[in-house]
């Protein structure tokens, strides 16, 4: 699958704490629904955003910023060093982020009368998407985990296990991931399941991307 490169950056909004693109939904039967895109680190808001034609009409899809300048049309939602081959992140700016993610998610159910937000992302915005999912579970439905993990750091914040067993998860990671091997998704699976989420989870061949095959399962999962 070619995803589409075609959306403009004047399109970008900057009323709320992060600035983001929307591609609003069409008239919805039932519950309005959202899907908030995070991007990975050294990315923007149009990367995720190039996936919305491909997503259900009948929700919203947004894509915001990350706070994090890492130079030209590059952010993050924190700061990671890979030096000692093991991720190791900038904790204060990680617990910022996910103040602001929080409050954007506030943002976007008040200004669009949203009632179900599922938050997803792609490695870095993956690694958010469940440490939000898992520490404020009544702001999200579900979470989308494309290429990501669970942070360690995040653990002891973690909702209790009855305020978790209603959240949704969605797991896709490549076999051949060698940014994010492959054990890191297991390792969230298991302890998803532990914790009484059954997540629809995925292993493909594919290292450290999204494929057709990924967003084809994806639609399945958001029906």
């Known amino acids: 699958m070619v995803f589409r490169e075609d959306i403009k950056a004047d399109t970008l909004a900057s009323d709320m704490v992060l600035k983001y693109l929307v591609r609003p939904a069409s008239e919805a039967l039932g519950k309005r629904k959202a899907l908030i895109l995070l991007h990975g680190v050294g990315s923007h808001e149009q990367d995720l955003f190039s996936l919305a034609p491909y997503l259900p009409d009948d929700v919203m899809v947004i894509s915001p910023r990350g706070p994090i300048v890492l130079g030209e049309g590059r952010y993050a939602w924190y700061q990671v ?21 929080r409050e954007f998610i506030s943002q976007v159910k008040a200004k669009y009368s949203i009632d179900e937000v ?21 702001l999200v439905a579900g ?43 297991r ?30 399962a994806v639609l399945d999962w958001l029906k």
Do not use: C, W
Request: glycine share 10%.
């Open 81 to 101: 060093d890979f030096s000692s081959g093991k991720p190791m992140i900038n904790a204060g700016q990680e617990e910022q982020s996910r103040e602001l993610i």
């Open 118 to 138: 599922y938050l997803g992302g792609f490695s870095q915005g993956a690694i958010m998407s469940y440490t939000i999912g898992l520490t404020q579970p009544e």
């Open 143 to 185: 979470v989308l985990a494309f290429s990501g993990r669970i942070l360690k750091e995040i653990r002891p914040l973690l909702g209790a296990s009855d305020r978790l067993k209603s959240l949704r998860a969605f797991i896709a990671h490549g076999t051949q991931d060698t940014t994010l091997p492959v054990h890191y998704a």
């Open 187 to 216: 390792e969230a699976k298991a302890f998803l399941e532990s914790a009484g989420i059954a997540p629809a989870y995925h292993e493909l061949e594919m290292g450290h991307q999204l494929t057709g095959e990924v967003i084809a």
